[in-house]
Each structure stands twice: as structure tokens, then as C-alpha cells.
């Protein structure tokens, strides 16, 4: 039996934005890899923004600071 981790992301808003966006079918261990992965991108995204906000000397991440950092992980101009 495969032990699944705890995950932040809920599966069933994953599946109402697929069939908004035109999905039909979608099997459940591709909603749950698409919410692994959008877990790790928000990991990432929001470790790159504190950078941003401690390079100014804040301790608050700031809307800038999301931008910036998205920009760089996507490269984005």
C-alpha cells in the first residue's frame, strides 16, 4: 500500500478548475501530482520572495517581492 503525505492543497477544488478549464475526466493521481506540484512551486516562490523582502530589509513579504520572485522562476520579463 502506498503511504500518501500530508498535502495543504484539497484535490476536489484541483478537479472544479479542470472542468472549468474543459476537462472531462482526470484520474485522481494526476489531480494529486498536480498538487504536489503546485505545492512545490509555492515552496519555491515564496522561499525566492523572502529573499527579496530580506534584501530590503524587511521581515513581510510583499506583493513586489512575489512578483519578483515569480518573474525569476519563470523568467517572465
Known sequence: MKKSKKRELYIEPLKRIAKKSGITRI??????????????HAKLLSQRAKGYA????????????????????????
Open 27 to 40: 484520474s485522481k493521481e494526476a489531480l494529486e501530482e498536480i498538487a504536489n506540484r503546485l505545492e512545490t
Open 54 to 77: 530580506r534584501k530590503s530589509k524587511r521581515d513581510t513579504i510583499k506583493l513586489e517581492d512575489v512578483k519578483k520572485a515569480e518573474k525569476e522562476a519563470f523568467f517572465i520579463r
